[in-house]
Structure formats: C-alpha cells, structure tokens
C-alpha cells in the first residue's frame, strides 16, 4: 500500500473511531452553549423495511452571534427498537435520552462545512440499510441527526451541539390494522369590540390567506387526510369572521380590503366548509365558550348556556352545516362536576387531556366511557407527544408520530387481546404546517398496512370502553371570574328585554347571543380584564339602547270633571320599529285604571296616546305611567305625574244658571213694574 494512501486511510480511521467512540448523547454544549436549530424535512421511507435504504433531509441554522466551522450531520439509530409509549416519549421530549449511535461509515453522513451567524443550511443523508446496524424486531426505531461542528477557539466536542429525532415503525404486514384518526382544529383567532368592529382583522386574513397558518393547514387537512381519517373541529365563531372579511362588514376605518383579499376569505370559507361537510364535522360552542365556568356559576348557567346553543345553532343554519356538538374544556379545568354538566343527552364528546385523566392509559383506547353523576359520556382523550426537535413540528413529524402511535398500539393488542389501542392525534390548532406542506406526504400515514384510517365518528358509534378511574374534583385552571359571567348574565336579560319589544327580533336574538357567547370564550383567561370591559361595554350599549325608549306625560293634568283624557307620548329614538305596552298605577288604590292596547312606534319616532280616566269622587290623584315588554317588564324610568278635577264646575254651572234666571227674573219684573205704572196714569182733556 502507497504512503499517502495508508495516510489517508490512517486519517480517516482516526476520524471514524473518535465519532464511534464518543458519547452519543445529543445536544450537548462544547464550550459556549451552542444555539443550532435542527429541523427533519423529509424521512424517506415511511416505515422499515428489511433491506431499505434511509434518507433523510433537513435544515441547521446556526443562532449563534459566531461561526461553526466543518460542521457534520450524522444519522443516528439503536440497534433494538422501543416497544412502550414511554421510551419513545422519553426519546422525543429529552434531548439528553438514549436515542442510538451514530452511523460513520464513509458517505454516510453529511458535510456541511462552515456556518455563519444565521445562517442556514441543508443537509441530506442517505445511509443503506445494511448499514443501520438494526436487530430488525417489530417495534419503533427512534432515528434522527446530530450535529459536530467546530468552535471558534478550534475547540472540536465529540458530543452533539444539536439535533432532532423522529421515529420509524418496523411492523410485520400480517398484524391487524388499528384504527387511525386526526382531529383538526379550526378556531376563530379574532374578536370584537365594543364599538362592534373586529379588533385584528389583519391577523385573521393574514391566516386565511394564501400561505397563512389556517390556511396551510386547511389544505393540509383535506390534501392529507385519506379514507376518512381527519376530523374537522369547528368554531362557527371563524365561519361568521371569516364570512364578514370576505364581505368587508365590521372592520376598523383604518382597514380596507382589496378584492384579492375578500376572495382569499372567500376561498378559505368555501374550501373549509366543502371540507366539513364531506369529514363529519365536529362543532364547538360558539366561540370555544369558557365551560368551567359555566360549571361553578350554576345559578346563572342556564340562560347563558341557551345563549351559546343559540349562537352556535344560527351560524350552523346559515351555513348549512350539521355536526356532532362538542366541549373542550382546557388540559387543567376538567372536574367531575364539569363532566356532569356537559353530559346532555350523552352523545356530545368531550375533548380532555390525558393529564386530567390520571388512570387513562393507551389500551383503554382514545374514547372512553365515563360515568357522571347525571349519566354516561363519552371522553375522547388526547394525548399530546413532544416534538422530537429544536425547531418547529413538521409534517413529516406529524406523519411519523401516526404511524409511531400505530405500531404501538398493534404491538399492544398483539399482546392484549382486551386492548382497544389506537392511533389519536390532535394537533395543535396554532400550528403551522407551512407552504410545502406536500412534502412531508402525511397520506402515506394511512396507506400502510397497519392503519385504518377512521373518523372519530365512526370510532364513537363501536363499543367504548369504561373509564373508571380517578378525576379531579377541582381544578386547577382558573376560570372566567364570576363578575364577568354577571355582565354576560346582565346582557341575556336585558337582550331579552330589547329582543320582546323590537318588532324584528330575530336578528337581534342572534346578534345578542353571539355577544354573550363571545364575552365567555375561553381566551379572555388570558386578559381577564379586557374580557370584563368588553362584557361592560356590551351592557351598556344594551342599556342604552332600553334608555332611548321611553313614555312622557304633563306634569299635572286638570279635568273639567271627574272624567276625561290627558295624553302620554311614547318616544322611541332607536333604529328598530317597537311594539310596547303601557300600564298606569295611581297613588289612589280603589281607583280602577283603564287597560291600554299595545302600541306601535316606528324607528326614530313618537307617538301619542290618549288615556281616558273617571276619577269619581276623587278630587286629586297622581298617576305613575309604565312602558312595559309583553311578559309585564319595565322599560326606561316611569314618569308620575298628577291628576285633578274641577268638582267646582257643577256648582259654578248652577250658580251660573241660578244667576241668569234672577237677572231674568229681575228683568220682567222691571218691565212688569213699567207696564202697570203707563196702564195707571189717567187720560188727559182734548182741547180742541
């Protein structure tokens, strides 16, 4: 052998060993802390087979304000699968976890060379199967990168600076498939004002749009989900915002949308809804409604809950839209009496996290049966896993956790016949797949011989098993405080109130029952405060609505005897006709009151009526008038005022009369007097 050729090789086996040899735990700092971001693109193939190679892309980013010079990214896998949930969480979630050793040979790993500040690079590993150095048993191998740089003081740690790990399934063809399922969350991002406009309306197209976070995942969703497998959760609360970007309805002055944009919202609520349809949709309450604290403001649930269903129910009505109903509580606000709340009729799922559920475990499958105090209900558990990496999940992440979940759960009921193990993913309704979201192919998910894929309906409708065991009976979440489901509660009552004298009601019913939805959405756990002062502001504008109706009458009225009429004017100052009663009290109880027919007042005008009243023998009363709704509740402040008559006018008319026949009766006398004193006077002689 030449020497340079025995040099090389000498070097390179230098090389070899010291990668071999050294520790394989990832992510370990040399020197500084290192700060490289490691993110898995593509894992080609799905699963193992004997005799397949493994390729592998990705990107490193180095973070770092300083430079890594011959940079190298190695593949990494155990000779021996994990064959529990825990391993491969364990493996997923610490990046100090045993996840295997590298594979050096030569063209095995990636050079990368140097990395600048923020700089990103891809890499590509290809490694032959034969060379993975596997015992080839059934199981899941967790598989990943590390990555060996160079510091800047020439320092060179045989421990990783960074990696990421995923997982792939070995499973024989002739196991049983097991059913596989993902829920997609759609959730409404935005929220109103006080003053009734959208308070981002620039974030929520921004998502809808081409390239934004709903819509990559909408696409995702209905590009991905094969034979049925996805499940849509819905907020009809993202079908109403949507529905008003597309038509430029309750945005800021400051906002203006082009016609590209409103047809961007356009296309995502048609692509959204065409999606639910065809994917037995499953519906939230409006707006993700705060369900705790329904739950510990029993007196005041009812009215709010009938709120919510009918909130919920218009906008699914409007869009033609049907669905399962469903709640999903937060990952700690789940107690024994908040499932007995959401029991119903015991066909609505409830969404709970594996954590609330201390004595879940995967056999049970991911619905169970849970016995309330007012019934039985189905629970679907989720069961979040760690990501496996130092940057953002990616779909092919998501793809690997299936089919991982998948050939756990054959492992499981091959060794448990009772085992009703599942493959259950949902994601994160803040995830972002991205817009090359076709590369990670989550379709072949489902095409493998060991999945089913199922809808969640499809699961429900089979036999679910007994949860028995424990669940909090507090929890430890905070609910919406009680001075906000007040203001809710107030908002009920006095829509309810608004809603019975406004001769449209419909519309306004919905428009209050989305309000009152709105204001208990569980978002505003986040700022509790600009919840309240929106439930505030909802109220008073309510109120003072109420307030610009309202009755007028004279301060004092005069009869001219004890009966007649004096006029009361309706004032009605909003931009609804109303129908309103008006009820009379005196300050006199034996008075009997006239009863008076409802009256109708246009918007923006007044109208005045007139009120007759026999006083009898009462001289003076004082009358309080009311605007009252149909079912007898006061509208706007009453106004009292009194009422007399003139019981001196009868005598004044006789004295009047009496008065005339004297003057008469003097009269004739005089001329009496006068004609008898002529008749007296005797005849004089005539002279001629």
Partial sequence: MSSPRRTIL?????????????????????????DLQVSIRSLDPSRLTRGADVTMTGTVTNRN????????????????????????????????????????????????????????????????YEQLGITGAEGVYPVGVQVLATDTDGSRSPEALAGATTTLPLISSDREAVPTSILWPFLMTDTRTGEGTYARPDRLLRAVSPGGQLRNLLDLASGSSGGGAGTALVDPALLVGVDDLANARHLPDDLELTDEQRAGAASFLEDLLQYARTHSPWILGYDRPDVLALAENPDL?????????????TVLAKYQLSGRRVSWPTRDGVTRGLLSNQRGSGDSPVIVSSSSLPDWEPRLGSLVQYTSAKGPLPL??????PTGSTGPETVLVLRQR??????????????????????????????????????????????????????????????????????????EARPLSRAQVLKATEIVEMGATLSSIISQSADVDDTLAREVASVLGVRWRLDRSAGLVLATSYARRISSELDKISIEAPPSVTLSSSKGGFPLTIRNDTDEAIRIGVDLDSSNPALTIPTLDDVDVAAGERRTITVQVDLGRQRTTFLTAHLVTANGTDVGSPTTFKVRSSSIGTVLWVAMGLAALFVLAALVRRFHRRRTASSAMPVGDDDD
């Fill in 65 to 128: 304000d300083h430079a890594w010079t011959a940079a190298q990214v190695y593949l990494v896998i155990p000779a021996s699968p994990f064959t529990t949930r825990a391993q491969v969480d364990e493996a997923m979630a610490n990046s100090k976890a045993y996840t295997g050793v590298r594979v050096v040979e030569t063209g095995a790993f990636d050079e990368l060379g140097d990395l600048a500040p923020s700089q990103t690079k891809r890499f590509r590993i290809s490694v032959p």
């Fill in 10 to 34: 000498v070097a390179l086996l230098v090389t070899i060993l010291g990668a071999v040899l050294a520790p394989v735990v990832p992510a370990q700092a040399a020197g500084e802390d290192p």
């Fill in 301 to 313: 649930e009812g009215p709010l809950v009938r709120a919510i269903d009918r909130a919920t129910d």
């Fill in 402 to 475: 299936v089919l991982s979940d998948a050939a756990l759960a054959v492992l499981e009921r091959a060794i448990d016949p009772d085992s009703r193990a599942d493959s259950f993913t949902m994601v994160d309704p803040q995830w972002d797949p991205g817009v090359r979201w076709s590369t990670g192919q989550l379709s072949t998910a489902f095409t493998v011989p060991f999945t089913r894929a199922t809808s969640l309906d499809a699961l429900l409708t089979q036999r679910l098993v007994s949860y028995k065991g424990d669940v909090p009976t507090t929890a």
């Fill in 380 to 385: 679907l558990v989720n069961d979040p896993k």
